[in-house]
Nanobody
Framework: QVQLVESGGGLVQAGGSLRLSCAAS????????MGWFRQAPGKERGFVAA????????NYADSVKGRFTISRDNAKNTVYLQMNSLKPEDTAVYYC????????????????????WGQGTQVTISS
């Protein structure tokens, strides 16, 4: 199992940027598709972005496409989420997650496919 710790959340004005990081421990990080999800108050946790184990492919929710970029550094066991042009509706707790199985595609957007989760980091966008 992969242990995950997110960082980089905070309070920014609309139009601003934030970069989230997710540090992973364990030897299997480099074999796992990694995802970012978010959960706003009163809403279900939803998919934001995913990146394949080798960074070859990515997948984004329509609501963040063109504004957010997911990347990873397997040498550092870290996955990132660069968030630009932030909107108040991006306000949520952001979670990173590791796919439950190695070498899977990024097509899945279901929380059920991810076996390890971080504790989350709060992102608040003021209007």
């Amino acid at each position: 199992q992969v242990q995950l710790v997110e960082s980089g959340g905070g309070l920014v004005q609309a139009g601003g940027s934030l970069r989230l990081s997710c540090a992973a421990s364990g030897s299997t990080f480099s074999t796992r598709t990694m995802g970012w999800f978010r959960q706003a108050p009163g809403k279900e946790r939803g998919f934001v972005a995913a990146i394949s184990w080798n960074s070859a492919t990515t997948n984004y929710a329509d609501s963040v496409k063109g504004r957010f970029t997911i990347s990873r550094d397997n040498a550092k066991n870290t996955v990132y989420l660069q968030m630009n042009s932030l909107k108040p509706e991006d306000t949520a707790v952001y979670y990173c997650a590791a796919h439950a199985y190695p070498f899977r595609t990024v097509g899945t957007r279901s929380t059920a496919d991810y076996g390890s989760w971080g504790q989350g980091t709060q992102v608040t966008i003021s209007s």
